[in-house]
């Protein structure tokens, strides 16, 4: 315990505890949603994500109090970011929203509003949603997967986010592409640093330049002009199926989750719940492959009740 969380005392965490407020914090949008004791979302709002991080602050401290004066409660606090808190530094690390790197964006926030605040990487976030009442729901073991403009993953085991000692648990974006072959070497450039990150191959933007070339960013129409018979985008999908497989196999090799589910935007395309499944027996180290692979059923809200869910219920 800290010394805010002293400060508000046993009878202000039990009440905090029956209502819950979760912040998705990222780079081009900032949505809060405050659920109710049995999870219901009584309130959701949308901003646009400020450049600085002072202006970051002020407007997640005005979005509580604005949603916590509408409802008329007092809630706990979780915010899901695209990074992660260091464990050496107390401060933003990994954030591709650049503002937050280096600030210790938790205690800021807690300082501002008065209160306890719980950060957590934004797949980690999913993947919670997700385990606690979406696709992974009554699992005890489940691996979220955001495949959107980026790539990234979190776990949950029995109802509990495993962020490891490093806080890197959950990384699958940026380790490499497995069993690749001759033409995939050395693999794209990564933002990180490194080549042939999965989130080179499996993300949108990667997809679109795998289908397109150089320049293409929107994935969006590739599965409807597979449909209508072009070949490019027909392969382009096959590719990104077997890729995908080969990753996903990894996780099972190592982790064997109870289920892994897909969010993001690529998390619509049927390709993914067709094609990869069959694929997995190729690569996985087993006779028996039976993890299920399934949509996020809270879509991309699933970031914002992760993050909310961060609390256990009192």
Not at 198 to 216: F, I, K
Not at 233 to 255: F, K, S, Y
Request: net charge negative; hydrophobic share 40%.
């Amino acid at each position: 315990m800290g010394p805010i969380d002293e400060v508000i005392g046993n009878e202000v965490i039990s009440a905090m505890s029956q209502y819950r407020i979760g912040i998705d914090l990222g780079g081009t949008k900032t949505e809060i949603a405050l659920l109710g004791p049995d999870g219901t979302e009584l309130l959701r709002e949308r901003i646009a994500s400020a450049s600085s991080y002072d202006e970051t602050l002020s407007n997640l401290a005005g979005l509580i109090r604005t949603a916590e004066a509408r409802i008329g409660v007092t809630a706990s606090i979780g915010v899901g970011i695209p990074g992660v808190i260091s464990p050496a530094t107390g401060k933003v690390k990994n954030s591709n929203s650049i503002a937050l790197n280096g600030q210790a964006l938790d205690r800021d926030l807690s300082a501002a509003i008065g209160r306890p605040v719980r950060v957590e990487n934004d797949a980690n976030c999913f993947a919670l949603s997700e385990a606690t009442d979406g696709g992974g729901a009554g699992r005890d073991v489940v691996f979220g997967v955001i495949l959107g403009t980026g790539c990234g993953g979190g776990i949950v085991v029995h109802g509990r986010v495993i962020q490891g000692p490093n806080r890197v648990a959950g990384e699958w974006g940026h380790t490499p592409l497995p069993w690749p072959r001759q033409d995939e070497l050395p693999g794209p450039a990564c933002w990180c640093g490194k080549n042939g990150c999965m989130e080179t191959w499996v993300a949108g933007p990667s997809l679109a330049r795998d289908c397109d070339g150089e320049g293409a960013r929107d994935a969006s129409g590739i599965p409807a002009r597979a449909a209508a018979g072009d070949a490019k985008a027909r392969d382009a999908l096959t590719r990104h199926a077997d890729r995908l497989a080969r990753g996903l196999a990894l996780i099972v090799n190592i982790l064997d989750p109870d289920a892994i589910v897909l969010g993001g935007g690529l998390s619509n395309m049927a390709h993914l719940y067709t094609s990869v499944p069959p694929l997995l027996k190729r690569y996985v180290f087993s006779d028996v492959i039976d993890t299920p692979i399934v949509q996020a059923v809270h879509g991309d809200s699933s970031g914002v009740r992760g993050a909310a869910w961060l609390w256990p219920s009192g």
